[in-house]
């Protein structure tokens, strides 16, 4: 029989979930705070990267249901909840959306229900802040109802690893709690791994995206002396790459972004100072490194204008690829804003090519992609590749551009053409 699911939080994490719940025969409801989500999903729309407005109507064919309705938890065996945690002024994770759902949660909670986090957050969260707050049903976790935490592990327009097919960890109050868990995700993935509790569950998640950030810093801080010492990074990656054992390739770039690298590290980082009182030195010489990558394009961009006696400020500077990933119109954190911000500072005249970002604004100005890539390269002073997007014709852009300066490393090197 089907059962039923009400998964908090219809974004990047929740709607994919849905999709496979609804595909694994569960009747899904979809529950968000925003209208404008619920009647565009209503009506077949998609507002992720990884869904299509099809892939939308097949999950309402299924039976799957968006609402704002608190009450729709009544019903449900089993409740997801899939909403933001952005980093707090203080910089560690905001709450705010996590506690909201939990309370509407609480609201209508019957026993017998599991509830799963997989929003990401410092290790206790699951345990101490969710479960206070479920319990002011006056149903106690671990009897009443069933607690777990899950780390969402989506990957946006990865097209080789889906919901299905990457593993899923989940980790319960009790062990009772992680069974059910356990149970509940194996109708929907291919492979259930079990942690020992909550807080190695919430864990193994910041471990996952402090190992990319540190590494990302460390390729990034080479990249720096790599150029001054005439080195070929990416040639020594490439070289670095052919060991079969002991070594991951990692690449530098103009900075970090998406949902993950720039914001869960710090969550860590805030708990280590909050409950122990020493900073966690790893996580915070990394975030110092990534963030400093833009102002670092910058230096480079008015390299390759001093060597043509020209300087940064009146001159046109196009970027090409504002998204944080190439091939898909996420746009979070990424590093494209704050280097459009410091080019306009110094003067420069910012433009933009991005087929995925039509529209785009840097400092509350807002502006349109350039149309006809290879006429804007040909226009602008100094060309930035930011995003290597597959529908780019690299080449072309190479051969139009009087300066490129390639951050990703996937344009051959001509006179013309600098790398990172």
């Not at 064919?61 to 449900?76: E, H, I, K, Y």
């Not at 009443?144 to 080789?160: C, K, M, Q, V, Y």
């Not at 860590?268 to 100072?273: E, G, M, Q």
């Not at 997007?389 to 300066?403: E, K, M, S």
């Amino acid at each position: 029989m089907p059962a039923s699911l009400v998964i908090v939080g219809l974004g990047y994490v929740g709607l994919p979930l849905a999709q496979e719940a609804v595909r694994s025969g569960l009747d899904v409801v979809g529950l968000d705070a925003s209208q404008r989500v619920v009647e565009g999903l209503t009506a077949g729309r998609s507002h992720v990267d990884d869904l299509s407005d099809a892939d939308v109507a097949t999950m309402l064919a299924g039976g799957f249901r968006a609402t704002t309705d608190p009450t729709a938890v009544s019903d449900a065996d089993t409740v997801v909840i899939c909403v933001p945690t952005p980093l707090s002024p203080e910089g560690g994770p905001d709450l705010g959306a996590v506690l909201s759902a939990a309370d509407s949660i609480a609201s209508h909670l019957r026993p017998g229900t599991l509830v799963v986090l997989e929003s990401t957050t410092y290790p206790g969260t699951t345990e101490t802040v969710l479960r206070e707050h479920l319990e002011a049903s006056g149903l106690v976790a671990g009897d009443d109802f069933a607690l777990a935490f899950s780390p969402e592990r989506i990957d946006p327009g990865n097209t080789r690893f889906g919901f299905r097919n990457t593993p899923k960890v989940v980790g319960g109050l009790s062990e009772a709690c992680t069974a059910r868990a356990a149970e509940f995700y194996g109708l929907l993935v291919d492979e259930v791994v079990v942690a020992a509790g909550t807080k190695e569950a919430e864990m193994a998640k910041l471990l996952e995206n402090t190992y990319r950030h540190v590494n990302i810093a460390l390729v990034n801080e080479m990249a720096r002396f790599c150029h001054d010492l005439d080195i070929d990074l990416w040639d020594v990656i490439r070289c670095a790459a052919t060991k079969p054992f002991g070594f991951q390739a990692f690449y530098p770039g103009p900075g970090v972004g998406g949902h993950c690298i720039p914001i869960d590290p710090n969550y860590l980082s805030f708990a280590v100072r909050a409950r122990l009182g020493y900073p966690f030195r790893f996580v915070e010489l990394a975030q110092e490194i990534n963030q400093g990558m833009p102002a670092y394009v910058v230096s480079r961009v008015q390299e390759l204008l001093n060597d043509r006696s020209r300087s940064l400020r009146g001159s046109t500077v196009l970027l090409v690829g504002v998204t944080y990933k190439p091939d898909i119109a996420d746009e979070r954190e990424s590093p494209a804003v704050p280097l459009a911000q410091q080019l306009a500072d110094r003067g420069a005249l910012v433009r933009y090519h991005d087929p995925f970002v039509p529209t785009w604004s840097v400092g509350g100005e807002p502006s349109s992609s350039e149309p006809d890539l290879e006429a804007a390269a040909r226009r602008a002073d100094v060309v930035v590749l930011l995003q290597a997007h597959r529908c780019f014709d690299l080449d072309a852009l190479a051969q139009a551009a009087t300066a490129l300066l390639d951050t990703r490393g996937a344009v051959s090197r001509t006179d013309a053409v600098q790398r990172l």
